[in-house]
């Protein structure tokens, strides 16, 4: 992983990026800490064009969004628009809202479904990926319906973008996931996984917690993973700090710096 690939997914800022001028400052703080490029999800209602150049002023890169999940399914023309108007390639699929995990045949008909958005996407030159949770881990047939989702769509259509944490709520081992998914995975969800006194576990900085993140991310490096994306839903204190955390974590413990850049 290089610098240039670490990027903020923006939705751990939501309640900073409601207006234009609220998200151009956080933009600001989000280069200052470090970060190369940000993810686009849970912005207020700012038009494409506006929100690339607060983006660009910003001096980041935007590498990928996640647009609605129905808008995906049933008008995936206007999110192929959006994109353009954006001049970013990726996006992803964020939750399946309405999607009864229980229904096999909702299940496969849904699955069926991602494929024909993915390969729409492709025609007009975009990449759709899909973001799991740990629902997707309950069991259909043999396996789960994550290994559905990928064993019946076509790589060339649907990409992974893969979250860690949500992978060992899961159940799974996310440095496997990577592997399994190499070559299909351009982007990678990174957040960390800490257990809590009371016998539950909530999710933390990048290096807060206990996954083996420089395994992880070898594992997606070797895959051809484009973005690593590092994403805290929720967070106990300043969101900025947070971030900051974990962005330090990631320079000093998984970045390849080259010898002649020095911090």
Not at 64 to 88: G, Y
Not at 224 to 252: H, K, L, M, N
């Amino acid at each position: 992983m290089k610098t240039t690939q670490l990027a903020l997914q923006l939705y751990t800022l939501r309640e900073t990026t409601q207006t234009s001028a609220a998200l151009a400052e956080t933009l600001r703080k989000v280069k200052a800490i470090g970060y190369s490029a940000v993810q686009v999800s849970a912005v207020g209602p700012i038009p494409e064009l506006e929100l690339k150049r607060l983006i660009a002023d910003a001096g980041l890169v935007l590498c990928a969004t996640h647009e609605p999940s129905q808008s995906l399914l049933s008008e995936p023309m206007r999110v192929i628009e959006r994109l353009e108007k954006l001049d970013c390639i990726h996006t992803a699929y964020p939750y399946p809202h309405e999607i009864d995990m229980a229904d096999a045949t909702a299940v496969r008909a849904w699955i069926k479904r991602l494929d024909e958005v993915g390969a729409l996407l492709r025609e007009h030159g975009k990449v759709l990926s899909y973001h799991n949770h740990a629902l997707e881990f309950v069991r259909l047939g043999d396996a789960t319906v994550l290994d559905a989702i990928y064993a019946e769509t076509s790589p060339d259509n649907l990409k992974a973008e893969l979250d860690t944490y949500w992978i060992q709520a899961g159940g799974g081992d996310p440095a496997t996931w990577c592997r399994r998914m190499k070559g299909r995975m351009p982007l990678l969800h990174m957040k960390d996984f800490v257990g809590l006194p009371n016998n539950s576990q909530t999710l933390c900085e990048v290096g807060a917690g206990n996954l083996d993140f420089p395994g992880i991310v070898a594992a997606a490096d070797e895959g051809g993973c484009e973005w690593f994306i590092v994403e805290q839903d929720t967070c106990v204190g300043d969101p900025f700090e947070a971030i900051a955390r974990s962005y330090e974590y990631c320079i000093r413990r998984l970045v390849c710096i080259p010898e002649n850049l020095t911090r």
